[in-house]
C-alpha cells in the first residue's frame, strides 16, 4: 500500500477503508473483508455508531495493530477528553492513529487543544479537521500548537478542492477525500468522459476515479459492503493515469457540493 507521510512524519495510507452508513450489525464482517483484502486504513467517527465494530474487527483480524491505521471523528466539543477515551475503549486499543473534530461544532479551538494535549499523552498519533473552511480552518491554523494533518472534505471528480489543494500545501495539511464516489450521486459512475478512459485503460470508472484523486496526492476512503467492490477498489496501484486523462478529469470539476451541506 502506497503511503504519505503526514506533517509530524506519521505515515498513512493513501487509499483506506470508510465506514459510514454501514450498521454496527454488519460493520466487524465489512471490516474483516476489507482488512483481508488488504486495506489497512479504517476510517470511522463517533457519529457513525459503528467503532465497536471496527474494534472487533482490528481485534479479530490477528494483524498487529501498528500495521492499521485507525481515524476516528469526534462529535462534541464537551467533555473532550472523555469523548477520546469513549472512542480508545470502543475501538479496543490504546491509540487513535488520527483524531478528526467531524465538523465545525463552536469551541473548536478548545477541543482541539484538548486534541493536541492527547498527541501529547501518546493517545493520539495525528490530529486534524474535517468539514472545515475558510474562517473555521483558518482559526484552527493560526492560533494551533500542532497544525492540522488531514483536512476530510467531499472531494470528487467534481469536487476537487483544487484551490483548497494548493493552500494546504503550505502548512503540509494533507487533504482526504470523502465521498470518493460522491455516494454514486450525478450518475458518476455513467458519466461517459470516464467510462471512454476506463475503458481505454480496461478499468473501472470507480478505478478511475480514485486513480485520479490518489495521482491528485488526495487520500481517498472509498466504502463498500460488497467484497469484490473493496477488491475493485483497491486495485489502482498498477495503472496510471497520463497526462491527458487527467486534464480530462479536471475538466469535469463543477467546484460544488453534491449534498449541499457546506
Ligand atoms: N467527514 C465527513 O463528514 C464524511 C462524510 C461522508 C463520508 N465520510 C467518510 O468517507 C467514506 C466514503 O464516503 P461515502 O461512504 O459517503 O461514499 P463513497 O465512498 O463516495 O460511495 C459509497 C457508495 O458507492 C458504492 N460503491 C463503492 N464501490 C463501488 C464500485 N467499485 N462500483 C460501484 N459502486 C461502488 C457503495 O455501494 P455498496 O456499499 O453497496 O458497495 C456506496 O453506495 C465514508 O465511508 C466515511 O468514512 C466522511
Known amino acids: 500500500m502506497e503511503t504519505v507521510k503526514l506533517n509530524n512524519h506519521v505515515e498513512m495510507p493513501i487509499l483506506g477503508f470508510g465506514v459510514y452508513q454501514i450498521s454496527l450489525s454488519d460493520t466487524k464482517r465489512c471490516v474483516m ?25 482490528v481485534t479479530a483480524s490477528g494483524i498487529p495493530r501498528n500495521k492499521i491505521f485507525i481515524t476516528t471523528k469526534i462529535q462534541s466539543n464537551r467533555n473532550v477528553t472523555g469523548l477520546i477515551d469513549a472512542s480508545l475503549e470502543k475501538l479496543r486499543t490504546d491509540y487513535i492513529d488520527l483524531l478528526l473534530i467531524h465538523w465545525v461544532m463552536g469551541n473548536d479551538l478548545a477541543t482541539y487543544r484538548v486534541m493536541e494535549e492527547s498527541v501529547k499523552q501518546g493517545k493520539v498519533r ?23 494533518a488531514v483536512n476530510q472534505l467531499e472531494t470528487h471528480v467534481f469536487y476537487q478542492n483544487r484551490d483548497l489543494r494548493a493552500l494546504y500545501k503550505k502548512n503540509g495539511t494533507y487533504l482526504e477525500a470523502w465521498a470518493p464516489f460522491g455516494e454514486g450521486k450525478a ?3 455513467k458519466n461517459p468522459i470516464l467510462a471512454g478512459i476506463a475503458r481505454e485503460h480496461n478499468r473501472t470508472v470507480a478505478q478511475v476515479i480514485l486513480r485520479f484523486l490518489i495521482q491528485s496526492d488526495i487520500i481517498v476512503i472509498p466504502k463498500s459492503t460488497h467484497k469484490e467492490r473493496m477488491v475493485e477498489n483497491i486495485n489502482v496501484f498498477d495503472f496510471s493515469l497520463c497526462e491527458e486523462d487527467m486534464r480530462k478529469i479536471e475538466a469535469l470539476d463543477k467546484n460544488e457540493s453534491l449534498f449541499g451541506w457546506y
Open 33 to 57: 473483508d476489507a482488512l483481508e483484502t488488504g486495506y489497512r486504513l479504517i476510517d470511522t467517527a463517533q457519529y457513525y455508531g459503528n467503532e465497536a465494530g471496527v474494534g472487533e474487527a
Open 126 to 148: 495525528a490530529i486534524g479537521l474535517s468539514n472545515f473552511y475558510g474562517r473555521d480552518f483558518d482559526n484552527i491554523i493560526n492560533h494551533c500548537e500542532i497544525m492540522p
Open 187 to 189: 450518475n458518476m459512475f
